[in-house]
């Protein structure tokens, strides 16, 4: 069965540092994966997907993640953090192989950016 | 361009008492889709729909919870007798076959 285990519920960071968010999957198909992040009383946005391909992916924002298929990750990046990429981030991988249709999503993690 | 849009943003309402959420998908879209977030157990794929037909709603909770499209452009949730624990943010979100879902903003519902 698929699931997705993300690391760490609160990140905090400061301006300009690195943003790491970490995301483990589990598929016994190959997976679609997603980042998608939520903003106060807004909806989730699409940050970047992973579905076949290059396994390094770029999204908005500047944020890219690296599928490693061997390590079952899919963990979110940015080099330099901005003040307003404070928000919740949600890691999803789609259920019973192939399609954008079910997905389940990570507990997610709330990303502090500190001045 | 609009994207998915719901109503209302907050309810509040007592328990006992149906409650309906609407979502108009982004024009175009063939698949809907209704999510539950709360803090306990995340966010809690419901029910879909593709070309108005259900096609899964083995996440709906219980029989109090139904679900409708009557139309490409107009989607209900209703919960019907409202409980205490059906509070939580409900979102819609909608695609096109074979390309990521959009969010609406979701309904915020509290039930007393």
């Known amino acids: 069965a698929q699931s997705v285990t993300q690391l760490g519920s609160h990140v905090s960071v400061s301006e300009g540092a690195l943003v790491l968010l970490r995301c483990n999957y589990s598929?016994?198909?190959?997976?679609?994966l997603f980042w998608y992040v939520q903003y106060p009383n807004q909806g989730l946005q699409l940050l970047l997907k992973?579905?076949?391909?290059?396994?390094l992916v770029k999204g908005i924002n500047g944020f890219e993640a690296e599928f490693k298929k061997s390590e079952t990750s899919f963990h979110l990046t940015k080099p330099s953090a901005h003040m307003s990429d404070a928000a919740e981030y949600f890691c999803a991988v789609n259920i019973g192989g192939g399609g954008y249709n079910k997905l389940i999503f990570g507990a997610g993690t709330r990303l502090a950016v500190h001045p | 361009d609009a994207g998915v849009i719901q109503s209302p943003r907050h309810e509040v309402t007592e328990m006992g008492q149906e409650v309906t959420l609407r979502c108009k998908p982004i024009s175009g879209h063939d698949y809907l889709f209704w999510y539950r977030q709360t803090m306990m157990r995340g966010l809690e794929l419901l029910i879909y729909f593709n070309n108005n037909v259900p096609i899964d709603d083995s996440g709906m909770p219980e029989d109090r919870f139904s679900a409708k499209m009557p139309n490409a452009s107009f989607s209900t949730l209703k919960i019907q007798p409202s409980e205490p624990r059906d509070s939580a943010v409900y979102f819609c979100a909608s695609s096109v076959s074979n390309q990521p879902q959009h969010f609406g903003d979701g309904t915020r519902l509290s039930i007393l």
């Open positions: 598929s016994s198909v190959p997976p679609y």
């Open positions: 992973y579905t076949t391909g290059a396994t």
